[in-house]
T-cell receptor, first 115, second 116 residues
Framework: EPEVTQTPSHQVTQMGQEVILRCVPI?????FYWYRQILGQKVEFLVS????????KSEIFDDQFSVERPDGSNFTLKIRSTKLEDSAMYFC?????????????FGQGTRLTVV | AQKVTQAQTEISVVEKEDVTLDCVYE???????LFWYKQPPSGELVFLIR??????QNEISGRYSWNFQKSTSSFNFTITASQVVDSAVYFC?????????????FGTGTRLTVIP
């Protein structure tokens, strides 16, 4: 069964460093998303991406964040200068017709720890 | 604005008991979608169900059933004859009905512990 894959599963980084979280969405899906979940809290929307551009972004997704689809398969989230409060589980998701009309399938997550 | 409330933070049941997880939502949209996701201890988010606001029929899938009541803005989830493998955090979520990417608005989750 097709699945969304994320790498790495766990990343530890020093405050102020740049990190890139990688995702391979399901191959025939057109809509891509990043969500984050601070430990023990709810899952929060960060950004959606379609047709090589951002569709929507939340207040959390400030200038420190960027997304890119560098080739036909990968979808990345970059945090330019990490802060302690960026420590969270980051989930990538993909959908073939957009959330609502179809479901979103999530990857297993990348746990980011900023020290 | 979209909002999902899961008032039950944690529930514990003994194996084989039935359990209902509550979900109440708020939206000004007349058409929308509701979802349930399961997050087992391993951390991934597993899709369980998607329901269109037009369709108020209850749905059953094995030991899982969902009760959608538009009049009370609720979309409750019942697990019948619970098993230890059902132990997880369960999230209810809402999305708008519009073309484009949309996104999911999640509740705060209910942690279910099934005791053997």
């Amino acid at each position: 069964e097709p699945e969304v894959t994320q790498t790495p599963s766990h990343q530890v980084t020093q405050m102020g460093q740049e990190v890139i979280l990688r995702c391979v969405p399901i191959s025939n899906h057109l809509y891509f998303y990043w969500y984050r979940q601070i430990l023990g809290q709810k899952v929060e929307f960060l950004v959606s991406f379609y047709n090589n551009e951002i569709s929507e972004k939340s207040e959390i997704f400030d200038d420190q964040f960027s997304v890119e689809r560098p080739d036909g398969s990968n979808f990345t989230l970059k945090i330019r200068s990490t802060k302690l409060e960026d420590s969270a589980m980051y989930f990538c998701a993909s959908s073939d017709k957009g959330v609502g009309r179809t479901e979103a399938f999530f990857g297993q997550g990348t746990r980011l720890t900023v020290v | 604005a979209q909002k999902v409330t899961q008032a039950q933070t944690e529930i514990s049941v003994v194996e084989k008991e039935d359990v209902t997880l509550d979900c109440v939502y708020e939206t000004r949209d007349t058409t929308y979608y509701l979802f349930w996701y399961k997050q087992p201890p391993s951390g991934e988010l597993v899709f369980l169900i998607r329901r269109n606001s037009f369709d108020e029929q209850n749905e059953i899938s094995g030991r899982y059933s969902w009760n959608f009541q538009k009049s009370t803005s609720s979309f409750n989830f019942t697990i019948t004859a619970s098993q230890v493998v059902d132990s997880a955090v369960y999230f209810c979520a809402l999305s708008r009905h519009q073309t484009g990417a949309n996104n999911l608005f999640f509740g705060t989750g209910t942690r279910l512990t099934v005791i053997p």
